[in-house]
Every structure is written in C-alpha cells, then in structure tokens.
C-alpha cells in the first residue's frame, strides 16, 4: 500500500508556492503540513469507527471534542446529532462551514490497515458493514482542520465562523431536521455557506467548481407489488409478485427514455428487488426500492407521476391488488450560488495555483446541503480531488478509481486534505472582513 511512500511529495509538490515568513500569518498550506499527523489521527478514528444514518452519537461527540479544543463555542443534539461550533472574532460577515457525518451500510475492502470493520443491523434484521464510502470522514477532517486555522489565526480575518456536523446525510434527512430544531435561530445565521464532496475521478490536490446547478433533486421511492402466493408447480393459480415486479422493472425505463425530453436530466435507479425465500414458493408481495434523481421540477413531478401510473397499470393488467408506493426522503437540486462561488474559485486558485482549480460538469448526485441555499444562505459546494495523480492515471489504463458508495473507495490523505483545507479556508477568507 503507497498511503505513506507518496505522502512527502505530494505535501511539496502543494506547499511548494505557499512557503510563510516569519512573522506573518501562517499561509493555510504550510500550516497544514505542520499538521498533518495530527489531523491523519483524527481521520482515521473517524474512518475504523463509522456511523449510519442518525446513529451518528459516537461521530458527533469525537468531532464536539475536537472543535471544543480549538477554541469553539459547541452545542451537540442540533436536530437529532448535530454538531455546532461558533467562533466569533470581531465585527464582520458569519460563514459557515459544514460536514456530513453519517457513514454507509457497506462493508469495506480497501485493504488499508485503518479499514472499518464495524458492522450493524440493516432495517430487514439482517447484519451489514459500515464505511465511510463517500469521503464523510475527510470532509470532517477538513472541517476540523479548517476550524483550527481560523482558531490560531485570528489576526487574518473579522467575523464570524459556524462550524457544522450534519447528521443524515445519506438520508437527506439532517439539513431539514437541523433547520427545524431553529439552527438559523439559535445560532448565528450565516451569510455565505461552503461546502465539499469527494470526487475520486479528480486528481487529488485538485479542486472542481461551477456556478449555478451542481447536484440533483432526489426522491426515494418503496413499493410493494401485491400477488396471489402459492406452489411453485401451480403458478395458474397464483398471482406471481415476482413477475409483475421483473415487468415494472423494465416498464420504468421507459420513462425516461421515452417520456421525458432528452433536453433534460432524468435517472430512475433501481438499487435494490426483494421477493420471496423458498425455490418452490411463490410469495405474497416483492418489494423494491427505488432512486430517482432530475434538476427541472416539472421532470420530478412527471418521474413520480410515471412511477406509480405505471405499477398500478401492470397490477391491473395481471388481476392483482393495487399496489402501494410510498415516496421519502426528498431534497431539491444544489444550485451554488453564482457570485459567490465565482469569488470563491477565484481565491482557491491564487492560493493553489490555476492549474488545481478546474471548473466541473454538474452530476446527478445529491446532496442536501442545498436545503442551507434553499433557506436563504449563498451557497457554495466544491468538489475535492481525492485520487493521487499518478494513482489515478493508473487506474483510468483500466476501470478508473473505486467510486462513492463503493467498497473500494478511499482518498489519499495528505495531498487530499492539504487542498481542501487550503480551498476551504481562503474560499471564507474571500469573503471575511480582513484587519
């Protein structure tokens, strides 16, 4: 494993340009390389001991401590796990910062030897890994790391810092339980808001931007089709499940492919089909699990329409009982806001340089730190590369790097976190009142 042979020049090759003199503010980048084991500590107990969705109590007190430490004032249990850190400093703008702390029900093969072998109870019962599969741990870690800069730097900047844990995000359910347990009342509300999400197929050291619509709007969908069990070897005098759900399956696909309008975005996944548990038995109902992604509302509105038009036709069609299709778990598409996030690119690349900053294509991920947009905070989400440049040009000979919510995922620290913190911190510094 290369976690450590590439870490020392990956570090140079980012702080090469950012070198401090003596007494002067420490620039972010070497700062950081001051720091990096510290912050690697932290990041691996985040990424040995994962959490799921609003289970995150463990999470949420380790990253309470860390940001109690540096000198914020915290509040714990904001909507469900949540974690609020609050450093005032003077007149001037609130900026807050957030990360996501729920992990992912997989289990991990990196192969590293801080590898989460946590395990839990998935909602059937029935026993599951855990693992940071989308970067949660890093993005925690950058906000740590980003915390104790502006902690020990004082004299480089005036206003206000709001350092958020989100719970649920996986389940787009933490930004909308933090926002009704009044975090924009209770707390100082923000002016400007930044975020980051891991992108693998980005080289690590690198950072990806873009104005306007970033990330999808994304519903989650359950349905249960109904039938008519019964023997195997007698399926005239059944209602078959399993059939009718093989046929929904492919009826969906053609709602995008020949209802929607191939101008538009649109994704209908099914992720996950379970019906019946015996060779011989035809079961009474199947059950699937389905996500739906888009950005224009009418396309949403339509998606959801389609989906069940479409599993109450076939359930007419085969005899059977109306079938039951529940939608949860909603959020809205990302969508940064353009001046700021101009601004902020701006920053990143006088701090890392024109060639580490490089503006994205939107994707139909979600993520929920849009609800903060939607609340009336500017808001800025980047992507962080998290793939070593000469690893990833190794992996695109082949299949390219593990991607999110798979087993294989992992960032290469050093020159991951060096960036994002370096990014996060003159991002705010952008738009912070200066001495």
């Known amino acids: 494993m290369h976690w450590r042979s ?25 700062w950081v390389e001051a720091r990096i084991d510290r912050l690697e500590t932290f990041y691996r107990d985040l990424h040995e001991n994962p959490e799921l969705s609003f289970q995150e109590k463990r999470t949420a007190d380790r990253l309470a401590t860390e940001l109690r430490t540096a000198g914020l004032e915290v509040t714990t249990g904001v909507g469900g796990h949540g974690v609020v850190g609050v450093l005032k400093n003077g007149t001037g703008p609130t900026v807050m910062f957030r990360a996501d702390l729920d992990g992912l029900p997989i289990a991990e093969t990196t192969g590293l030897p801080f590898a989460s072998k946590i395990r839990a109870q998935a909602q059937g019962g029935q026993a599951i890994g855990v693992m940071h599969a989308c970067g ?77 619509p970033l990330m999808a709007a994304v519903d989650s969908v359950d349905i249960t089709i109904y039938g008519r069990g019964g023997h195997g070897a007698a399926p005239h005098r059944t209602i078959d499940p399993i059939v009718i759900a093989s046929q929904y399956v492919l009826a969906l696909q053609t709602i995008v492919s020949r209802e929607i309008d191939p101008i538009q975005s649109a994704v209908i996944t099914v992720g996950s089909i379970q019906g019946g548990n015996k060779h011989n038995i035809i079961p009474n109902h199947c059950d699937l699990q389905l996500t739906v992604r888009s950005y224009d509302e009418g396309v949403r509105a339509h998606l959801k329409e389609a989906i069940v038009r479409k599993a109450k036709a076939l359930a007419m069609a085969a005899g059977a009982p109306e079938p039951k299709v ?110």
Not at 367 to 381: K, L, N, R, S, T
């Open 6 to 30: 590439l870490r020392k020049s990956a570090l140079l090759a980012i702080a090469g340009t950012a070198i401090a003199l003596p007494g002067q503010t420490p620039v972010p980048a070497s």
């Open 326 to 435: 529940e939608f949860s778990e909603p959020t809205g598409a990302l969508k940064n806001h353009k001046e700021l996030t101009e601004k902020a690119a701006a920053a990143m690349r006088e701090a890392l340089g024109s060639d580490r900053v490089v503006e994205v294509d939107p994707q139909m991920i979600a993520e929920d730190f849009g609800q903060f947009g939607d609340a009336g905070v500017p808001i800025c989400m980047f992507r962080l590369g998290t793939t070593e440049a000469s690893r990833l040009q190794q992996l695109l000979a082949g299949n390219g790097p593990p991607g999110l919510h798979t087993a294989g995922f992992y960032p290469d620290f050093a020159p991951a976190i060096q960036a994002g913190i370096v990014a996060t911190v003159e991002a705010a510094r952008a738009v912070l009142a200066r001495p």
């Open 136 to 212: 949660h741990d890093l993005h925690m870690t950058n906000l740590l790391g980003t915390a104790q800069w502006f902690s020990e730097n004082k004299n480089a900047w005036r206003g206000t810092i709001v350092c958020i844990g989100q719970p649920a995000e996986e389940r787009a359910g933490g930004a909308k339980a933090m926002l009704k347990d009044g975090l924009f009342e209770r707390f100082p509300k923000p002016d400007f808001a930044f975020a980051l999400h891991c992108e693998p197929m980005l080289a690590a050291g690198k950072v990806g931007y873009r104005s306007g």
